[in-house]
């Protein structure tokens, strides 16, 4: 599930109160949700199907430290998706005369996937030692995605728990908005998940920039006897 961060907009619950506010509370209620976080590293998918020429023409995010006028071979490349995903159970409490429902989450639990695949130029599968190399390679960029997962989970924690708080007990409101109301108070948290997932992006892709080093491209190129 994904959601646009750089449109943000809070729901105003107060929108669903329904004229019988008055004469119903939903004060007698509390959200204090169980808010779990679940991280899910996928097991990585190998590709050798493609050439190094093939390899050669994926669009990716890696600037190469030799600069755009030295022409390089690309022996490898991993690409790493991350997803999140929520569940939330929502209780709810309807006054059957009023028609009226109180609305707050009970538990939510997000689900930050990781789902890598690994591309290896198929000529190496003629060479061991180069495959080895270029595969022990790509794996330090697979454990950066899953590393920065983990290291993100509290701070996603932190900002859902914020959110909840903000929602609160929604209503009283018309019983026959219920579903609406739920979806809007799932959307809320959501949107502030993907705003930190967007951040941990950003940085997935400076750590793995790092990675790929002239010094490391230089290493890589002397093993195996120089043999590609």
């Known amino acids: 599930m994904f959601f646009d961060p750089s449109i943000v907009i809070q729901p105003d619950f107060r929108d669903y109160l329904a004229p019988v506010a008055a004469v119903m509370s939903c004060n007698e209620f509390r959200s204090n949700p169980a808010i779990n976080v679940v991280i899910d590293d996928v097991a990585v998918k190998y590709d050798t199907s493609r050439s190094y020429a093939e390899l050669q023409n994926f669009q990716i995010d890696t600037i190469s430290p030799y600069g ?29 005369f009023l028609k009226t429902s109180c609305l707050w989450f009970e538990a939510i639990t997000i689900t930050i996937r990781t789902i890598p695949t690994v591309y290896l130029a198929r000529e190496q599968l003629q060479n061991k030692c180069r495959y080895r190399a270029t595969l022990d390679h790509e794996m330090k960029h697979v454990e950066v ?38 979806a809007d108070m799932l959307k809320a948290v959501n949107q502030k998940v993907a705003v930190v997932i967007e951040k941990m992006k950003r940085e997935q892709r400076a750590r793995q920039q790092a990675i790929d080093t002239k010094r490391e491209y230089d290493r890589l190129s002397k093993m195996c006897g120089g043999k590609f």
């Open 68 to 96: 755009a006028n030295v022409q390089t071979r690309v022996m490898g490349l991993t690409d790493g998706q991350t997803y999140f995903e929520t569940q939330a159970n929502v209780r709810s409490q309807t006054h059957q």
């Open 145 to 182: 995605n899953r590393r920065m997962a983990r290291e993100y989970a509290p701070e996603i924690k932190k900002v859902v728990m914020n959110e909840v708080r903000r929602i609160g007990v929604v209503g009283p409101g018309p019983a026959s908005q219920r579903d609406s109301i739920q």
